[in-house]
C-alpha cells in the first residue's frame, strides 16, 4: 500500500481550487454584475475577502477562504487560498 501524506503526496484541492478562481478572475474588475471585463461580487464563494492595495489583513489561516488581490486600478492582480 502506498504512503499517503496529506499536501505532500495527496491531490491538494486548494491548489486546484486557486487555479480555477485565476483562471475567472486575473484582470477583471470585481463589480455588481458580471460582463467580458467584470466578475459579479455576488458570485464569489461566501468565504471571500477582497483585498485592495495597502490593506491590512489577518495572517490567520483558513484553507476554505478566497483572498483576492486587487492592483492600483481595481483589476485582480491574484488569488489564494489561506
Do not use: C, Y
Request: aromatic share 4%.
Amino acid at each position: 500500500m502506498p504512503l499517503v501524506v496529506p499536501g505532500i503526496t495527496s491531490k491538494d484541492d486548494s491548489a486546484s481550487k486557486t487555479e480555477e478562481w485565476t483562471n475567472k478572475l486575473v484582470g477583471k474588475k470585481i463589480g455588481e454584475s458580471s460582463d467580458a471585463t467584470t466578475f459579479a461580487k455576488a458570485d464569489l464563494p461566501k468565504e471571500t475577502r477582497v483585498i485592495e492595495p495597502g490593506s491590512m489583513v489577518t495572517k490567520d489561516f483558513n484553507p476554505d477562504r478566497l483572498n483576492v488581490h486587487l492592483k492600483e486600478d481595481g483589476t485582480v492582480s491574484h488569488v489564494d487560498h489561506q
